[in-house]
């Protein structure tokens, strides 16, 4: 890959890690919303199902419109990688905002609430409980920049994870346009 390669490579997955920014602050939203609303928290779950898809989606319009439908495996996983790096960087931001500023501790005594609730105390079970709870109230004192953090490597990760299997199914080493 030359420079003007990879320098369209970065214009891409930065306009791409930005819209699928944009699809987890809508599916976290509604996660939030989905403590008081069950309809937002399936809802939450179906954005966030789509992650991969939306990055096979994204990846393949760069495939066909950037390389003339050509993409070799190493390309889409980079393209895969960054992707989900300029997502989770720009996700980072917003669970900053939202711990800081918009949050004041809804979000944690919520789910400790829910956790403590009979139904889910007979289904975690009553040695478990403790410790769930213990958690949730642990990560409730982290710093805001802590959580933005802890969430931004898990994104990492799972992007990682999650990027094989799309460069994978989507390389092409023949154009089908003739």
């Known amino acids: 890959m030359d420079v003007t390669e990879y320098i369209q490579l970065k214009a891409f997955t930065r306009m791409d890690g930005a819209l ?4 987890w602050t809508a599916s976290f939203a509604c996660y939030v919303g989905g403590l008081s609303q069950p309809e937002l928290g399936l809802l939450a ?6 992650t991969p898809f939306f990055v096979a989606r994204r990846l393949k319009k760069f495939r066909d419109g950037g390389l003339d439908g050509i993409i ?11 992707t989900f790096f300029y997502a989770s ?3 980072a931001a ?10 004041h501790g809804y979000f944690f005594a919520t789910l400790t609430r829910m956790m403590s609730s009979p139904e889910n105390a007979q289904v975690i079970g009553k040695d ?13 004192r982290m710093r805001p920049i802590d959580l933005a953090l802890n969430i ?9 994870i999650l990027s094989f299997p799309v460069a994978a199914v989507m390389k092409r080493q023949v154009s089908i346009r003739q």
Do not use: C, K, P
Request: net charge neutral.
């Open 45 to 50: 779950v179906i954005l966030a199902v789509i």
């Open 94 to 103: 917003v669970h900053f905002v939202y711990f800081s500023y918009l949050d």
């Open 89 to 91: 960087l720009l996700f």
């Open 128 to 140: 478990m409980l403790g410790a769930v709870t213990e958690s949730l109230q642990m990560a409730g």
């Open 20 to 23: 699928l920014a944009v699809l």
């Open 72 to 82: 070799s495996f190493r390309r889409g996983w980079a393209y895969a990688m960054l």
């Open 152 to 160: 931004m490597m898990s994104n990492l990760l799972v992007g990682f």
